[in-house]
Nanobody, 125 residues
Framework: QVQLVESGGGSVQAGGSLRLSCAAS????????MGWFRQAPGKEREGVAS????????TYADSVKGRFSVSLDSTKSTLYLQILSLKPEDTAKYYC??????????????????WGKGTLVTVSS
């Protein structure tokens, strides 16, 4: 099993930045792909960033390219999401996710096996 715990959310003004963290524990071999999803009020959950933990390849949704950056520490136990130039439309609950399958060049193509409980990001204009 894999446990994922997010932190770092909060309320910020548009134009600001945040860094979200996800502490991962459990079998490391079950975390071949890690990343972030978000769900805004009244909308479906969407994938925003992923990292293939073998190759280091990162993938981003078109809507966040250039502003979001996903990274993994050397122990593969902490996942980060750096968000720059925050916009009101970035307001959402952000979820950490992991898959037992790799994801080189794609956002969780084979689905998600493990979810965190989420951290809320609110951006005011």
């Amino acid at each position: 099993q894999v446990q994922l715990v997010e932190s770092g959310g909060g309320s910020v003004q548009a134009g600001g930045s945040l860094r979200l963290s996800c502490a991962a524990s459990g079998a490391i071999y079950r975390r071949d792909c890690m990343g972030w999803f978000r769900q805004a009020p009244g909308k479906e959950r969407e994938g925003v960033a992923s990292i293939d933990t073998f190759s280091g390849t990162t993938t981003y949704a078109d809507s966040v390219k250039g502003r979001f950056s996903v990274s993994l520490d050397s122990t593969k136990s902490t996942l980060y999401l750096q968000i720059l130039s925050l916009k009101p439309e970035d307001t959402a609950k952000y979820y950490c996710a992991a898959s037992e399958r790799t994801c080189p060049g794609a956002l969780f193509p084979d689905g998600v096996d493990y979810w965190g409980k989420g951290t809320l990001v609110t951006v005011s204009s």
